[in-house]
């Protein structure tokens, strides 16, 4: 299972300037539902992922990469704005890029 593949179209395809496109992506309804899908499946699907394309476990990866998803949905994308909401979806994010360093790890450690 791929996350986030191509999606192959056939027909005609129309340009959307970046400016007029929005599109509100629900992808979790609740925490629980975040966890469960997230944590426990796509994380592992995603290490996977980025095993099998050469990328490798690395410690100061392991704690920037979290803490940069972190301020990238609070900070930049203005996450603080959503209030407690938004606070925990940055963490969970966060703990989430942290879980597919650690699976990557384990794989790295299979290896050996």
């Known amino acids: ?3 986030h593949s191509q999606v192959p179209v056939t027909g005609p395809i129309a340009k959307i300037p970046k400016e007029k496109a929005f599109m509100v992506h ?3 309804f609740s925490f629980k539902q975040f966890v469960k899908r997230s944590i426990l499946q796509y994380a592992a ?7 099998l394309a050469g990328v490798r476990p690395n410690g100061i990866k392991m704690v920037i990469l979290p803490l940069r998803k972190f301020f990238g949905r609070f900070v930049i994308r203005r996450g603080f ?5 938004g606070f925990v979806a940055a963490v969970s994010l966060a703990i989430y890029e942290f879980i597919i ?3 990557l790890s384990e794989f ?3 290896d050996e």
Not at 45 to 51: N, S
Not at 81 to 85: E, H, I, S
Request: glycine fraction near 4%.
């Open 1 to 3: 299972m791929l996350l």
């Open 26 to 28: 629900l992808d979790y």
């Open 45 to 51: 699907t995603e290490a996977r992922q980025r095993y």
């Open 81 to 85: 704005r959503d209030g407690n909401a």
């Open 101 to 103: 360093w650690v699976y």
């Open 108 to 110: 790295s450690e299979l």
